[in-house]
């Protein structure tokens, strides 16, 4: 059983910094790309940033410039670090993993439970 388990949100005030974690753990044969996807109230989940094996990586034009995806194989583990934040930056964070788990054929996102981040103005 694979979980992925997120922390590091909280309430910061505008131009502030916080750095989120997620690290996935269980019977994990290989990981692909992680990630991290927000869900503001009222709105559609949108990308934030993603880093693959290769650490290629890939941004929300809203977050360029501000926000940094690393990510750790060894711990099977991406961070988000997120400076100058905004009000608009308020949302539920979610981590992703697309990964192989152990005795399975597929490559296939998991997903962690959300971890809010407020940004007040």
């Known amino acids: 059983q694979v979980q992925l388990v997120e922390s590091g949100g909280g309430l910061v005030q505008a131009g502030g910094s916080l750095r989120l974690s997620c690290a996935a753990s269980?019977?994990?044969?290989?990981?692909?790309?992680m990630g991290w996807y927000r869900q503001a109230p009222g709105k559609q989940r949108e990308l934030v940033a993603q880093?693959?094996?290769?650490?290629?990586?890939v941004y929300g034009d809203s977050v360029k410039g501000r926000f940094t995806i690393s990510r750790d194989n060894g711990k099977n583990t991406v961070y988000l670090q997120m400076n100058s934040l905004k009000p608009e930056d308020t949302a539920v964070y979610y981590c992703?993993?697309?990964?192989?788990?152990?005795?399975?054929?597929?490559?296939?996102?998991?997903w962690g439970q959300g971890t809010q981040v407020t940004v007040s103005s």
């Open positions: 992703f993993s697309t990964l192989r788990a152990t005795l399975t054929p597929s490559t296939i996102p998991y």
């Open positions: 269980g019977s994990i044969f290989s990981t692909n790309t």
């Open positions: 880093i693959t094996g290769g650490r290629f990586t």
